[in-house]
């Protein structure tokens, strides 16, 4: 049945829950940063954590000691925290989410998305939607091997062809996930344009397919009306955004029901662009400089000017 408000909790799993249904979609060199991880918290944009992967090589599990630093402070920030994990060694996975809920951790997500070449080529992430039997066994092995862990997904519609969804949810569930993040896009599609009624489209199969397991709908929501309109359209259970993130940071709060705060946004994107105009190092001040083009896009007057000032 839909839900009717964002900010309704929805039980996940006996041992997690999340205080709303509108989560931060992880984004790989950005969650992980200070700047956004102290906003995050200061500024209340989000209700639950779920950090860019961990990646686990096969044989080379991450020392206890070395995921309680890491997580530590998501940890310490009391809000419900989810760690994806991203490789296609299910002992090896196994293993490290074992490790995981020793360090306190409730919740773990296998990455079965990532589009990246470098990813792709090493058979991780995305690569596994091409061998759906091999993917069901990984999450088959982590749901029997952590029980007490909140085990879910985080998937594409297939490797090259949407069509793959409804096999692929199948299996994924009947290995016993406790829930589904899913954007709509191919991993072939990468991030190509797909319009929204075939999205929507999309992630209703998923949905279907999943019956029980609820399926957090993703890809391309920017404003709380477009999360309203998956919601409507698919039935899911929830969303998460990656990208309007960038673009509004209070959008989370807004798709709760929060008022739009202009002055607060326009703080957060002023200290970013600060940021981008004087990052100390190289590296550093590239990175902020593509948060820039990522809120305002390539052809904003706040780009040109941060590129100016490179
Ligand atoms: C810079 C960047 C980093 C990302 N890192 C991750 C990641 O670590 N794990 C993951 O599952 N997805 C990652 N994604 C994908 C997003 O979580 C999201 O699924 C995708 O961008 C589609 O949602 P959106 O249209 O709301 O951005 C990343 C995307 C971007 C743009």
Not at 16 to 28: D, N, T, V
Not at 150 to 170: D, H, N, P, Y
Not at 202 to 218: E, S
Not at 260 to 271: Q, S, V
Request: charged residues 25%; proline residues 5%; glycine residues 10%.
């Amino acid at each position: 049945m839909t839900f009717r408000h964002f900010s309704d909790p929805i039980t996940l799993h006996p041992s997690f829950s999340l205080p709303s249904r509108a989560i931060l979609s992880p984004l790989e060199g950005i969650m992980n940063r200070d700047f956004f991880f102290d906003a995050a918290c200061s500024l209340g944009l989000l209700d639950s954590w779920m950090p860019p992967f961990l990646g686990v090589s096969r044989g080379a599990v991450p020392a206890t000691g070395k995921l309680k630093k890491r997580f530590a402070h998501f940890l310490d920030s009391a809000l419900p925290l989810t760690v994806q994990l991203l490789g296609n060694d299910a002992d090896s996975l196994a293993e490290t989410a074992h490790r995981l809920a020793e360090c306190g951790v409730r919740s773990v997500n296998l990455n079965f998305a990532c589009p990246s070449g470098t990813v792709v080529r090493s058979g991780s992430g995305g690569a596994l939607l091409r061998d759906v039997r091999h993917t069901a066994e990984i999450a088959a092995v982590l749901c029997s091997r952590v029980p007490q862990l909140c085990v879910s997904v985080k998937l594409r519609s297939g490797f090259s062809c949407a069509e793959e969804t409804g096999e692929l949810i199948r299996r994924l569930c009947g290995a016993g996930v406790s829930w589904i993040l899913f954007h709509f896009r191919t991993v072939s599609e990468n991030y190509a344009f797909v319009g929204r009624d075939e999205a929507f489209r999309r992630i209703g199969v998923a949905v279907q397919a999943a019956g029980a397991v609820p399926v957090f709908g993703n890809g391309d929501i920017r404003t709380p009306e477009d999360a309203g309109r998956m919601r409507d359209a698919s039935g899911c259970a929830g969303v998460a955004v990656g990208r309007g993130f960038l673009k509004n940071p209070f959008l989370l709060r807004e798709i709760r029901g929060a008022c739009p705060d202009e002055d607060a946004r326009r703080l957060f994107l002023e200290a970013l662009f600060r940021r981008a105009a004087s990052g100390p190092g190289r590296r550093k001040h590239d990175f902020y400089l593509e948060c820039v083009r990522m809120a305002c896009g390539a052809d904003s007057a706040e780009f040109q000017e941060a590129l100016r000032r490179k």
